[in-house]
């Protein structure tokens, strides 16, 4: 029956705590060096939180040797006889015996009726077959394993041996059935698992009456040779730099035990001891369920074969024939030929070469002195300058534009430090040289670059500088040094880009300096621009805003600016080891 445990909230001193402090003053001298400790000890006796925990003691204590005993043991069948009693006997219309049979007839309460019979008959512990102690004389060690589960899978995979034929624990979930029991090691061998005999049987087939079990199950078991090995879960976080669909992936060894995720979701990283498929949660879910995911090794092999499948395609479909030189299939031909046009930045050990899969990251605390950069990219004419005139504007001490260098002469509606900073072709090749540019490309024959002084300075002067460079440039900014935060600005609908432009009369500047009004093949280049670019470069965003409404782009832009600086962050780990 339950039980209710009268809390007294007008605390009086607890008799034990009494004593202890009527005989302080004796004690003192004996047991304190200074009065400070005494006095502590005091003020600790005479504690609210702890009378109420001392009377709780004292009546568990009292509890526990009491003998309880259920007052029934078939209230279901009570229950039952009065819902038939009240039904016959009783004005059915009225509201309170309407009102109790309701209430009998809920499922809840017969559930709970049910379990307080199993409780009051001391049936709370799980009924083992008898069956499953039937041990082969063969079999030199076995283990029997039984767990009470819920719905949720066992979280196992299983693999089969090559050399003997037996099917064995492949891996076990982290925090999923299997792992919480602790009993189950990587490597035992599987006997029986409910009756059913795992020996001489195909592991796909035994998968499939895994994934079927629900409730208690009983398990046979032959156990690894060397399970000390313990399960520790790693601290390591990282963002995922593409989207994977685990229902999708045929490849993946246990589809049930896929955990799906989507491009820059924060990972858990909790095991990475199989080489192509590392156990993972995702962060800041409760109650977040551990899957397997494509390790960095497999995501980057199989998104090469998938580039080079592609090219293939391509290539039977035009008429150029595929060149006899080609050694390596997997290898795509434009991975080879491509020209770095800048330098790469080291962004830790889980971002491995072109294909972009995973970047470890930690938590970042910003420093209020030391504002991150916001980086904006987007296809040309979407609106990135617009937005950071705005943005400067509605706090031009604290948001500050940085003015890039130019080989470029000069043209004559230009002023020198407002556009651009003009200086001759050789002495930016030297600056170059001597990797004074953050950043630095070619443009029609004319070279463009920001210094990393003029950024650093400004940083150091506490302001937020607004940067709008080419999207290649990104990953030279992605520095330690300057932790960039990095927006994609991106198109509305074309219709919706069509409708705010043309009330806008929105312009562009031609190379003479001279403006036209945009047109509707500007607005479908700069959707198709935009789609590439997130397409590619989508993975090194920190944020996307969609430039529809100028209004409502330069409040968000706001909003971002500002969490940007109080809000603790993932950044890269690289940027903070
Ligand atoms: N949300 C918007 N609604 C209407 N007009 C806009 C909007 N955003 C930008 N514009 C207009 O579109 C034109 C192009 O904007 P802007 O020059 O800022 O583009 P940009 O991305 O900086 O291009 P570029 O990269 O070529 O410098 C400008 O006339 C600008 O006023």
Redesign the pocket.
């Known amino acids: 029956m339950p039980m209710t445990l009268p809390l007294d909230l007008q605390t009086q001193i607890d008799p034990d705590c009494q004593r202890i402090l009527q005989h302080l003053p004796q004690i003192q001298s004996d047991l304190f060096d200074n009065e400070n400790d005494a006095s502590l000890l005091r003020k600790f006796l005479r504690r609210k939180d702890l009378q109420l925990t001392m009377k709780m003691y004292k009546r568990l204590c009292i509890m526990s040797h009491r003998r309880m005993r259920p007052v029934t043991r078939s209230s279901v069948a009570l229950a039952a006889n009065t819902f038939c009693d009240v039904r016959k006997g009783s004005e059915k219309e009225a509201r309170a015996t309407r009102e109790l049979l309701q209430i009998l007839s809920m499922p809840h309460v017969q559930a709970l009726l049910y379990t307080h019979d199993r409780v009051a008959a001391g049936e709370f512990d799980p009924v083992v077959d008898q069956e499953t102690y039937d041990i082969a004389t063969d079999e030199k060690t076995l283990k029997i394993v039984h767990l009470v589960k819920s719905d949720e899978p066992l979280g196992v995979t299983i693999q089969m041996k090559e050399e003997t034929g037996a099917i064995e624990i492949a891996r076990i979930m982290h925090g999923g059935a299997a792992h919480r029991s602790g009993l189950i090691h990587v490597g035992d061998e599987i006997f029986e698992i409910n009756g059913v005999h795992f020996r001489g049987k195909h592991p796909d087939e035994m998968a499939q009456t895994l994934s079927k079990i629900s409730g208690p199950v009983t398990m046979k078991l032959g156990p690894a040779e060397n399970n000390a090995a313990k399960f520790r879960a790693s601290k390591t976080r990282v963002k995922a730099l593409f989207s994977y669909n685990a229902e999708e992936d045929t490849v993946n060894p246990c589809a049930e035990a896929g955990l799906s995720f989507d491009r820059g979701d924060i990972l858990h990283i909790i095991s990475q001891s199989d080489a192509l498929w590392w156990q993972a949660q995702k962060e800041g879910e409760k109650n977040a369920r551990t899957g397997l995911i494509p390790s960095s090794i497999l995501q980057e092999r199989r998104e090469m074969l998938r580039k080079a499948n592609e090219e293939d395609e391509q290539n039977s479909r035009g008429s150029r024939a595929i060149s006899p030189c080609r050694i390596s299939p997997k290898i795509p031909r434009s991975k080879r030929v491509r020209k770095m046009m800048y330098q790469a930045i080291l962004n830790g050990e889980f971002d491995h070469g072109e294909v972009p899969t995973y970047e470890e990251v930690e938590l970042f605390t910003p420093d209020p002195n030391r504002p991150r950069p916001l980086v904006l990219v987007?296809?040309?004419?979407?609106?990135?300058?617009?937005?950071?005139?705005r943005l400067i504007a509605s706090q031009p001490s604290h948001f500050t534009d940085i003015v890039p260098y130019t080989s470029r002469t000069r043209r004559p509606f230009e002023e020198e430090g407002k556009e651009y900073h003009f200086i001759s072709r050789q002495e930016m090749e030297s600056g170059i040289i001597s990797q004074r540019y953050v950043e630095h490309g070619e443009y029609k024959g004319n070279l463009y670059g920001t210094r990393t002084e003029t950024v650093m300075s400004a940083i150091q002067e506490g302001k937020m500088c607004i940067l709008?460079p080419s999207v290649q440039a990104i990953k030279s900014l992605r520095t330690a040094e300057i932790k960039p935060y990095i927006i994609f600005?991106k198109p509305p609908v074309l219709e919706k880009l069509k409708e705010?432009?043309h009330?806008?009369?929105?312009?562009?500047?031609l190379e003479d300096g001279d403006t036209r009004l945009?047109s509707n093949e500007d607005f479908e280049n700069l959707i198709e621009a935009s789609d590439k670019m997130e397409d590619r470069y989508g993975y090194l965003f920190d944020c996307t805003i969609v430039?529809?409404?100028?209004h409502l782009?330069t409040n968000e832009l706001l909003k971002v600016a500002h969490s940007v600086e109080t809000d603790v962050t993932w950044i890269p780990a690289s940027w903070i080891q």
């Open positions: 987007g296809a040309t004419h979407v609106g990135r300058n617009e937005l950071k005139r709008c600005i705010t432009r009330k806008q009369a929105a312009s562009i500047t945009c430039n529809q409404n100028l782009a």
